[in-house]
């Protein structure tokens, strides 16, 4: 069993800077790959960004490429997301959500998922 506790959201001016984090509970973090979604009101919910286990591999959405930072940190069992020139359109509740195998974008190979925690970027 795996917890997520996401941090970080609130409201941001377009063009400014984030930083989420999520905390993971137990000792099989480093057993997980790792991955930022998004869900906009009256929208699917949407991958951002994911990371492997090792933080080798990372994946980027088109749409967040050279604005956000996935990373990792397995000593601590947590889960960054930098979110820079934000833009209204990145406005959404931002879950992380942790996978044994996954190709990415489909949420439902993903087993634990945190509470979420809202981004606003305001025009």
């Known amino acids: 069993q795996v917890q997520l506790v996401e941090s970080g959201g609130g409201l941001v001016q377009a063009g400014g800077s984030l930083r989420l984090s999520c905390a993971a509970s137990?000792?099989?973090?480093?057993?997980?790959?790792m991955a930022w979604f998004r869900q906009a009101p009256g929208k699917e919910r949407e991958i951002v960004v994911g990371i492997r286990r090792s933080g080798a591999i990372t994946y980027y959405a088109d749409s967040v490429k050279g604005r956000f930072t996935i990373s990792r940190d397995n000593a601590k069992n947590t889960l960054y997301l930098q979110m820079n020139s934000l833009k209204p359109e990145d406005t959404a509740v931002y879950y992380c959500?942790?996978?044994?195998?996954?190709?990415?974008?489909?949420?439902?190979?993903?087993?634990?998922w945190g509470q979420g925690t809202q981004v606003t970027v305001s025009s």
């Open positions: 959500a942790a996978s044994r195998s996954t190709d990415w974008a489909r949420p439902y190979e993903y087993e634990y």
């Open positions: 137990g000792r099989t973090f480093s057993s997980y790959d």
